[in-house]
């Protein structure tokens, strides 16, 4: 997955499946709704809904063409094959598009991927080439600014259909990830399209130029879809107004941000009302409500739900050592069915990041059929997730028929609660099944989708639901877990709303406007059939100025928030602090300070001068390799003094995953110590990976021969870290006791995100 989408795609994926609300769920910053088109943003469709090469105005020829002209590294690439409309997608899509498999040569073998062009206007539709090249790293040649106009001049050229189309405007949306210090240098732009002066939702393009000023990203769309004009039946305020009447809220439990990574975290909760109904799309042309599966309602239906009715055995857990292996398939075999069983499937066991040991198990084989994937955890024999994909053979219409449900929704409805009860402890006291019909999805195997939402005290857990999808026959397609462990529930206790209900709705209602947009919805399955894209313009609620996706009403300190802040989100840093301003090493502080490596204090303030702690300066490393977007929660205590719930917990545990550090948690980090001269040079090594060439260098005489050698500890580090320019010696001491400021850290930090391109391994891959 490409790093700058991962918020946008987790906040989708939540949207869909797990927010029990009756309304479309949407992300107001880009305006993605989340019934989206399952083919590329505004293609143009063929004509008839039938692919005809005989249509497109841009030949396979041309196609490939466009692609080695515009993108240089394609130069030397084999075309495998081109392809009217997507091959890799099911049900095939009527877009008039090609799409283009490539194949490059490179040392360690052939490595393919595809990319895809308009054949109507000839527009880019999605380039990234995954293939290694040269990076760029910081100091980068070309600055952010730069970048943008290069971003700007290559659209221009890739998105052909702009040029002709004078009502086209493009709208910036703020990036939001951070750059980072060290890593390649890549800066990603994202424009929001305009037809007639309004937002189109769906198209949106995004380019990312690496340091060097190269294009390695690009997705794109054309103007080739149907547009409805801008006359709407109802005034923005009308809008407003049937929003506000239709809004309910709901009190609830909600986690913080790093629940979306890892549910087993130490998440800070809140206690808040959540819209429930009412924030949702309005059809401008209709003025009716569209309800989550894109149809159009005269009001939203209530979110209800219903007590767990099942008279199966409630769940047990394994007693006795871990399961075998054949222990772990039989709990897979006895919810998957009898073609599970009967195939040939494979199991391994592993230490997930938590020290929990779980047993993978995968049916099928990878070349077509049916392919099934399950996760068991070891100890409890508890079912964790499992996944069920049967390859489509036929064409889509085909395939809705075959796929007609068997059974009916009550015999649906009456397996799901039984095998929740098996499979899920204390089914019953805990969960809750959401009454909602219909089922919306991406693929035609699966016809009923059932949610059960965890509750603690009478009060739901926002997102924190089991999930059970089965196909027309009954069969378990999907199941996966995302509640919140039992364990970490008493933390709710101290939360106690001191705010009712009527005072949340008039503050939430006070705060609701509209904002006029193009949205395509369709491209998905609704009770098995898929629904035809179009384009609808529509009022979408806009509460803030800032992102709308999930706005809360805190209860307890009667504040409008953000229910989803997911890591990553770009901090406003402000403006570059007074006292680094005139400072020595200002230019280095200020570096620091625009990566967010260098933070100012509670004055506002940053005092160079002040010593660098042991625990600061491995927030400063986490912050300098991830840009604040560390996907990491600590479960397990790697040193005796770091809880994981310390300020420095996701800071170790990023560097004891990445190797920086080795986990004892017998031993201390002493973090609230001062970081000396002679620990930073080991840290120096560490990162470089220099350990066993330090131990070589521990006698060169540019170290023995200082004043001060006897009290250097690791005489290798010191000596790489002086000849790589990193540290140096003064009046002929090294001073390795000496502690360090946080004025000289900048400095040292700065010289070495200048070394990156200068050293045979990167010093860290900041992907994760």
Request: proline share 5%; net charge neutral.
């Amino acid at each position: 997955m490409k790093k700058s989408l991962k918020g946008k795609l987790l906040a989708t994926v939540l949207a869909l499946s797990l927010l029990p609300v009756g309304s479309l769920a949407y992300a107001a910053d880009s305006g993605t709704v989340t019934i989206v088109a399952s083919g590329s943003a505004g293609a143009s469709a063929a004509p008839g809904g039938v692919l005809d090469e005989s249509l497109a105005k841009i030949s396979k020829d041309e196609a490939v063409e466009r692609f080695r002209k515009l993108f240089p590294e394609l130069k030397d690439a084999e075309v495998v094959s081109v392809d009217l409309g997507n091959p890799n997608q099911y049900p095939p899509s009527n877009e008039m598009v090609w799409t283009i498999q490539w194949s490059l040569s490179v040392e360690n073998g052939t490595h393919g991927f595809d990319s895809r062009i308009d054949a109507i206007t000839g527009d880019i539709i999605t380039y990234y080439n995954p293939l290694p090249k040269g990076e760029a790293y910081y100091p980068a040649k070309v600055s952010r600014a730069e970048a943008e106009k290069i971003a700007k001049q290559f659209i221009l050229v890739a998105s052909p259909s702009m040029k002709s189309t004078d009502k086209l405007q493009l709208k910036p949306v703020e990036s939001e990830y951070p750059q980072i210090l060290f890593g390649p240098v890549q800066y990603s732009f994202s424009y929001q399209a305009q037809v007639n002066g309004i937002p189109t939702t769906s198209n949106q393009i995004q380019v990312i130029v690496d340091g060097n000023g190269n294009i390695i990203n690009y997705y794109g769309f054309s103007t080739g879809k149907d547009y409805p004009s801008a006359d709407t039946t109802l005034t923005a305020v009308q809008a407003a107004e049937k929003l506000k009447k239709e809004l309910k809220l709901q009190l609830s439990y909600i986690p913080g941000a790093d629940y979306y990574v890892n549910q087993r975290n130490a998440s800070a909760y809140r206690l808040g009302y959540v819209a429930v109904s009412g924030i949702g799309l309005i059809d401008a042309k209709s003025g009716k409500f569209l309800d989550d599966q894109g149809q159009a309602v005269d009001s939203y239906p209530a979110v209800s739900y219903s007590p767990i009715s099942s008279s199966a055995a409630a769940f047990k857990p394994h007693a006795g050592g871990e399961l075998t292996k054949e222990e772990a398939i039989a709990v897979v075999n006895a919810v998957a069915g009898k073609a599970n069983a009967e195939g040939t499937q494979q199991a391994s066991i592993s230490t997930d990041r938590n020290g929990r040991k779980t047993w993978s198990i995968f049916n099928g084989s990878p070349f077509g059929g049916t392919q099934t994937h399950a996760t068991v955890d070891a100890k409890t024999g508890q079912l964790i997730d499992f996944y069920s994909y049967s390859y489509p053979t036929g064409d889509s219409s085909t395939a809705e028929t075959a796929n007609k449900p068997s059974i009916t929704e009550a015999e649906a409805k009456a397996k799901v609660q039984d095998l929740v009860t098996k499979l899920y402890p204390d089914a019953s006291g805990s969960l809750k099944l959401v009454e909602r019909a219909g089922a919306v999805s991406y693929s035609p195997d699966t016809a009923f989708i059932y949610s059960f939402q965890q509750f603690y005290k009478d009060k739901p857990i926002q997102s924190s639901v089991v999930q059970v999808n089965l196909d027309g026959k009954g069969n378990l397609t999907n199941y996966y877990n995302m509640t919140t462990p039992s364990d970490k529930l008493s933390k709710l206790d101290s939360l106690t709303a001191k705010m009712t209900e009527e005072e949340a709705l008039k503050l939430y209602r006070d705060a609701i406007g509209v904002e006029l947009q193009y949205t395509t919805i369709g491209g998905i399955y609704v009770d098995g059939k898929l629904q035809e894209q179009q384009v609808k313009l529509v009022y979408a609620p806009k509460l803030t100025d800032d992102n709308n996706w999930g706005i809360i009403v805190n209860a307890v300190t009667g504040k409008l928030e953000q229910q989803y802040i997911f890591p990553g989100a770009t901090e406003s840093k402000g403006e570059f602090p007074a006292d680094a301003k005139k400072h020595w090493a200002a230019k280095s502080l200020q570096t620091m300070f625009d990566y967010g490596v260098i933070k100012p204090e509670a004055d506002g303030f940053i005092h160079p001068d002040k010593t660098v702690s042991n625990g600061d300066w491995v927030n400063m490393l986490l912050a300098g390799f991830t840009g604040g977007q560390s996907y990491i929660t600590p479960e397990k205590q790697r040193f005796a003094d770091i809880p994981v719930d310390s300020q420095y917990a996701q800071a170790v545990e990023y560097l004891v995953q990445r190797g920086v550090l080795k986990a004892t948690p017998t031993q201390k980090l002493h973090p609230e110590q001062a970081l000396t001269r002679g620990d930073l040079a080991v840290w120096l090594t560490k990162l470089l990976k220099y350990d066993k060439l330090s131990e070589f260098m521990s006698g060169d005489t540019d170290v023995t021969k200082l004043k001060d050698a006897a009290q250097i500890k690791n005489k290798g580090a010191v000596t790489i870290a002086m000849k790589l320019g990193l540290l140096t010696a003064e009046n002929g001491k090294f001073n390795p006791n000496a502690p360090v400021t946080k004025a000289q850290i900048s400095t040292v930090l700065l010289r070495l995100a200048t070394l990156q391109d200068k050293v045979d391994t990167p010093i860290m891959n900041s992907y994760y």
